[in-house]
């Protein structure tokens, strides 16, 4: 069912996507006389298609294929390789009977449309439900350090005061693409000490392969036990794919549940450490994986210690109450959150021409390119509308992006030989086009295969 869930947000979100991208393309070729064939989501390979309807000059319909969608238009070399239209005498409402201009104009459309969305997307979030952020002058603890911190020098409990000499306002900052994407300089106290500790610019590559809490987090108390894992006779047993593959099923364990820890319980030692923030806790269980620990609590006013092993993941299996750090809100006025929610899109457009970049120099790893598995397990197996709406925006934004790459068969490509033929005033042969059309499509299903399989040997844990 989880499965279902995430599959169907990721349907839904492309596919909203997908068909507004294409009304782009559809409604410049329109407003300049130019005759659109086809209206498709999904794309109807060597003619399979789920339904179809004709409404005017225009046939409308969804292909079994979900990889995206397409506008046939008159005229035009696309994926269809409709070379033998191409062979016959140009017509004047053809696509490549019409001035430049408008071609760019027709290609641009989809792109153009989606900015437009994801503006749009953002604009609406920030105007229904503001921003929240963490004061990061409260963070009277600091912060708490992941292995990815400590490497660059910072340590639990240090105060982050300023990112490249700017004041510190929202802790977020100290996670945001500014510092993720560019690196920066962090000012530090620490012992009542002012540090100054730099973050390489290629810090997003170790990054991507955990999470941000393994950069840094605001530092949480532990208060109590909220919940112990306990046996489940339903989940305990081998899945359909474990029986399907051959796959060894380990039994799962339960260590804090066997060893008697219950909810309301308040960890106050492990190993004889005196335990007060999470990180204290995560550090000291997970450094004794499938080793003897013992854990002191408190219950009802009175200490027990427990007995117990831990799993060879570095859990107990205790999902603990934190005292959360103190938030802001911020509301916005329907006019003023426009720009807000514009500067919200156009950054994330910017780090994915970054993120690019990045992988071009070597600096970040192509495996963080992912496919719609891996769009769909961000999109989680719970629906929260305010996630689905921040995730389609970001995708909408991306999209943009992706498109305007000058690799043929994309509608950058297309771009690209309408500007060389607007610069040398005449068109790109239709020979050269046709083979660049071959070439591009070679290159995007590499892309598929290679995305598809990161996201599947991530599955695996590889």
Same mark, same amino acid.
Do not use: C
């Given at each position: 069912?989880?499965?279902?869930?995430?599959?169907?947000?990721?349907?839904? !979100?492309? &596919?909203?996507?997908?068909?507004?991208?294409?009304?782009?393309?559809?409604?410049?070729?329109?407003?300049?006389?130019?005759?659109?064939?086809?209206?498709?989501?999904?794309?109807?390979?060597?003619?399979f298609k789920l339904f179809s309807f004709k409404k005017g000059d225009v046939e409308y319909g969804v292909g079994w294929l979900p990889l995206g969608g397409y506008v046939k238009i008159a005229g035009m070399i696309d994926e269809s390789m409709d070379t033998e239209q191409m062979a016959q %005498?140009?017509?004047?409402?053809?696509?490549? &009977?019409?001035?430049?201009?408008?071609?760019?104009?027709?290609?641009?459309?989809?792109?153009? =449309?989606?900015?437009i969305v994801g503006i749009f997307i953002f604009w609406m979030l920030t105007f229904n439900i503001g921003q929240n952020y963490t004061v990061n002058s409260k963070l009277n603890d600091g912060i708490s350090v992941g292995t990815i911190g400590k490497e660059i020098g910072l340590k639990n409990g240090d105060k982050i005061l300023a990112i490249n000499g700017n004041k510190l306002i929202r802790f977020e900052d100290a996670i945001s693409s500014k510092v993720l994407f560019d690196g920066a300089q962090l000012t530090i106290l620490r012992d009542n000490k002012t540090l100054y500790i730099s973050v390489p610019d290629t810090i997003l590559n170790k990054i991507s392969k955990n999470d941000k809490e393994n950069f840094i987090a605001p530092r949480y108390t532990m208060e109590r036990v909220e919940k112990v894992s306990a046996p489940d006779e339903k989940a305990d047993k %081998?899945?359909?794919?474990?029986?399907?593959? !051959?796959?060894?099923?380990?039994?799962?364990?339960?260590?804090?549940?066997?060893?008697?820890?219950?909810?309301? #319980? &308040?960890?106050?030692? +492990?190993?004889?450490?005196?335990?007060?923030?999470?990180?204290?806790?995560?550090?000291?269980? &997970?450094?004794?994986?499938?080793?003897?620990?013992? =854990?002191?609590?408190?219950?009802?006013?009175?200490?027990?210690?427990?007995?117990? @092993?831990?799993? @060879?993941? !570095?859990?107990?299996?205790?999902?603990?109450?934190?005292?959360?750090?103190?938030?802001?809100? +911020? #509301?916005? !006025?329907f006019i003023e959150s426009l720009p807000v929610g514009a500067n919200m899109a156009w950054s994330t457009f910017v780090d994915n021409a970054k993120g690019i970049g990045k992988m071009i120099t070597g600096k970040l790893s192509a495996r963080n390119i992912s496919s719609p598995i891996g769009i769909a397990k961000v999109y989680g197996s719970t629906f929260d509308w305010v996630k689905f709406w921040t995730l389609t925006g970001l995708i909408s934004m991306a999209l943009a992006f992706m498109n305007l790459l000058p690799i043929p068969g994309l509608d950058g490509g297309h771009v690209v030989f309408l500007l060389i033929e607007m610069v040398q005033r005449k068109p790109v042969s239709e020979k050269v086009l046709e083979r660049a059309q071959i070439v591009g499509f070679v290159i995007l299903i590499c892309l598929m295969v290679f995305a598809f399989g990161n996201d599947i040997l991530k599955s695996f844990g590889k």
């Open positions: 069912m989880n499965g279902l869930i995430m599959a169907g947000q990721l349907l839904l !979100g492309l &596919s909203l996507l997908v068909i507004l991208h294409e009304l782009g393309h559809f409604l410049a070729a329109r407003a300049f006389g130019i005759k659109v064939e086809k209206f498709y989501l999904f794309f109807d390979a060597w003619g %005498p140009a017509q004047p409402w053809e696509f490549r &009977s019409k001035p430049a201009w408008q071609r760019l104009i027709v290609m641009l459309g989809g792109i153009i =449309v989606n900015v %081998p899945s359909f794919f474990d029986n399907l593959f !051959g796959k060894k099923f380990e039994k799962p364990v339960y260590p804090a549940y066997t060893a008697g820890i219950k909810p309301g #319980d &308040s960890i106050l030692a +492990v190993n004889g450490k005196p335990i007060t923030f999470f990180d204290q806790f995560k550090e000291e269980v &997970s450094a004794n994986k499938l080793k003897p620990i013992t =854990v002191k609590a408190l219950r009802k006013g009175k200490e027990i210690t427990f007995n117990l @092993k831990v799993s @060879k993941e !570095g859990t107990i299996g205790i999902i603990p109450n934190l005292k959360m750090p103190e938030t802001a809100h +911020v #509301d916005f !006025g």
